[in-house]
């Protein structure tokens, strides 16, 4: 048994142990299926299947709650369209054991304290990406757009489900809503052997704190979010491999609702000497109608200049989709077109840019 089987056996029948403890009524689950078909138009990637299940377990206790994620999702090909196009599917990959293969795994396990004036603070392990550079049309692969670059910037270095904590101050009036982000700088995914007890050597060689802040004022039409974070860990200098220094970056969020139309605009700007993504903007536009949702958008990622070589070139993503209701609005299929022109990233050796017209179908269950 793996180390991560382990842990996630033992977190699960810890909060097993706790809902028996309690009234069965403060027990809240929802969760959902994903399964994703995709094909490019590259002869090198193969069409692929991919899927995933998630599900959200709370539990109230005392001035707030404890919540619990389990996410699990099948492997991917080697040779499939997300290992030559990662961005093309934002829902593959996101559970892999060290070997590349899919599986299960406690993606989140916290507990969130509630105090006076709606605030909170949320401790444990945490998704530091689910609070900051968010948008209300364009961060679910689930339900919205599927490619990568329309769920966040491109130049936020986010760390996987890593052991953290959220503070969020809720605006009032003119004031904004405050939300900061404290986690360490390597998650789940970012260990060598993807297990629990990595997260907890907070010595280990490399690691750093990952610490990130927005403010955000949200109306009824038009929403605006400014933020900002850094990495503590060291970044080798792209030109430069013994020097080092941090990741930083800037970014910013506009979105706008009014009927049946929305919008979401990203930007973000990263420190350009160590980081591949310098610059990133991304425009996404969204309409309903009497049959389903309509959704089309354009990213553009700038690579930093120290990071080009051989065919290496900036990096731009497009995606068109239509979602179409199921099972009275539990589910929904949704076909899709993108055009991606893809750079290498690999810096250890010169890796040539590609280009691809994907065509994916997904299906989505709620439950």
Known sequence: MTGITRALLLVMLAFSVVCHAVNASEISWEGGITAV?????????????????????????GSGEWLMYIEASTSPRSDGVSAFYPTANGDARSVLTKDGDGGIQVSEFNYTFRAANDRSLMVGLIDPSAWLDRGRIAN?????????????NATIEFPDYALGAVFRDPGRGHRPELTVVVSGSDGIADVPDRSYQELLD?????????????????????????????????????????????NYGIYAVHGWQSGKNAWNIRF??????????????AIAYQRKDTFGLFGLGAAYTRISSGFRSGDRSSAFDSEIYYRIPVFEDAGHITPSLQYIEAPGFDTSETVPGSSAVVASVRFHYSF
């Open 37 to 61: 078909y995709q094909y490019a138009d590259d002869s090198r990637a193969e069409a692929e299947v991919t899927a995933s299940a998630d599900l959200f377990a709370t539990l109230a206790m």
């Open 140 to 152: 679910d692969e689930n339900k919205h757009f599927l490619n990568g670059s329309f769920i966040n």
């Open 202 to 246: 907070f010595n280990a060689e490399g690691r750093g704190v990952f610490v990130g802040a927005d403010a955000s004022w949200l109306f009824d039409r038009a929403s605006w979010r400014l933020g900002a974070w850094i990495r503590t860990d060291d970044h080798a200098v792209a030109d430069s491999a013994s020097t080092v220094e941090k």
């Open 268 to 281: 973000g700007i990263a420190n350009s000497e160590v980081s591949v993504a310098s610059d990133f903007l």
